[in-house]
């Protein structure tokens, strides 16, 4: 099956300071990836859409310019955390939709990042 | 608003029953329904759906689809302590297959 991969696993950092998380196809070109936030026993919530080469499509209450997503290639995106607070400790959650030509596509999910914000 | 709403939302079975889980979905240009499991960590895939009627099997997990009533249920038969997670039902849509999550159901099979 298509492996998606985070990076890191989990960060600790202090508040003020800014996190960058990876998220990578492996065996698999992505034309869309998702960046999810999972807070203890919630469903995820979807932060933003992001298609390679353009700009990403952030959901309601998402503040753009604080959750950077850069989606440079159809195998990587990052999103970073810019000026971390507590309040931003979460679990961050990316996923990768297979390029199928006219098709819905899979979409398979990377093992998460846990973000600590001191 | 598209939402998703799963039944129940807790179950507690013992080793070798049979559960099913239920799926309803109002989703706007809907594309495909998937099922994940997820336990500690981020939800591992299990199955995607885009017809109706046509059951998906893998091992003890079997799913179907019936797009005219917005349903889909998930099968586990003969379940083990290792099916415990909670499963979402998950359906896409749109032009850029947005996933819309609900509560899921939480599985939990005792020895």
């Known amino acids: 099956g298509a492996v998606v991969s985070q990076h890191p696993s989990w960060v600790i950092c202090k508040s003020g300071t800014s996190v960058k998380i990876e998220c990578r196809s492996l065996d698999f070109q992505a034309t869309t990836m998702f960046w999810y936030r999972q807070f203890p026993k919630q469903s995820l919530m979807l932060m933003a859409t992001?298609?390679?080469?353009?700009?990403?499509?952030?959901e309601q209450g998402v503040e753009k310019d604080k959750f950077l997503i850069n989606h440079a290639s159809l195998t990587l995106s990052t999103l970073t955390v810019t000026s971390a607070h507590p309040e931003d400790s979460s679990f961050y959650i990316c996923?990768?939709?297979?390029?199928?030509?006219?098709?819905?596509?899979?979409?398979?999910f990377g093992p998460g990042t846990r973000l600590t914000v001191l | 608003e598209d939402k998703v709403v799963q039944s129940p939302l807790s179950l507690v079975v013992h080793e070798g029953d049979t559960v099913t889980l239920n799926c309803s979905y109002e989703v706007t240009n809907f594309r495909s329904l998937l099922w994940y499991k997820q336990e500690k960590k981020a939800p591992t895939f299990l199955f995607m759906l885009?017809?109706?009627?046509i059951e998906k099997k893998s091992g003890r997990l079997s799913s179907i689809l019936d797009k005219k009533e917005l349903f889909s249920i998930l099968n586990i038969t003969a379940t083990q302590t290792g099916d415990s997670a909670v499963y979402l039902c998950?359906?896409?849509?749109?032009?850029?297959?947005?996933?819309?999550f609900g509560k899921g159901t939480l599985l939990t099979v005792n020895p």
């Open positions: 998950v359906p896409s849509g749109g032009s850029n297959y947005k996933l819309t």
């Open positions: 992001s298609n390679e080469g353009s700009k990403a499509t952030y």
């Open positions: 885009t017809s109706s009627g």
């Open positions: 996923s990768a939709r297979v390029r199928l030509a006219g098709g819905p596509g899979e979409q398979f």
